[in-house]
Nanobody, 124 residues
Framework: QVQLVESGGGLVQAGGSLRLSCAAS????????MGWFRQAPGKEREFVAAISWGGGTTYYADSVKGRFTISRDNAKNTVYLQMNSLKPEDTANYYCAAKYGGVAAVRRGDYDYWGQGTQVTVSS
């Protein structure tokens, strides 16, 4: 089992920045690739960013490329999502997820464990 706890969400104005954190516990963190997904009201959960076990490979949704950066600190069992130039359409509940095996992935179904989410609201 892996437990994931997100933090760092909140209310921010358009153009602002937030950094989300996801703290993992339970199993060896470096065995897992990590991902961030988001879900807005009435919409399906969608991929945002992913990072491989060592951080050498990252993937981003087209909608966030150039604005969001995913990173990880295996010594702290934590993955981060730095979000800059935020837009109202980035408003959603953001979830972190862990995928055993270390290879980053973009499909929701590839992930084994999920956190409870943290709300991000961007005002115009």
């Amino acid at each position: 089992q892996v437990q994931l706890v997100e933090s760092g969400g909140g209310l921010v104005q358009a153009g602002g920045s937030l950094r989300l954190s996801c703290a993992a516990s339970g199993r060896t963190f470096s065995y897992y690739a990590m991902g961030w997904f988001r879900q807005a009201p009435g919409k399906e959960r969608e991929f945002v960013a992913a990072i491989s076990w060592g951080g050498g490979t990252t993937y981003y949704a087209d909608s966030v490329k150039g604005r969001f950066t995913i990173s990880r600190d295996n010594a702290k069992n934590t993955v981060y999502l730095q979000m800059n130039s935020l837009k109202p359409e980035d408003t959603a509940n953001y979830y972190c997820a862990a995928k055993y095996g270390g290879v980053a992935a973009v499909r929701r179904g590839d992930y084994d464990y999920w956190g409870q989410g943290t709300q991000v609201t961007v005002s115009s």
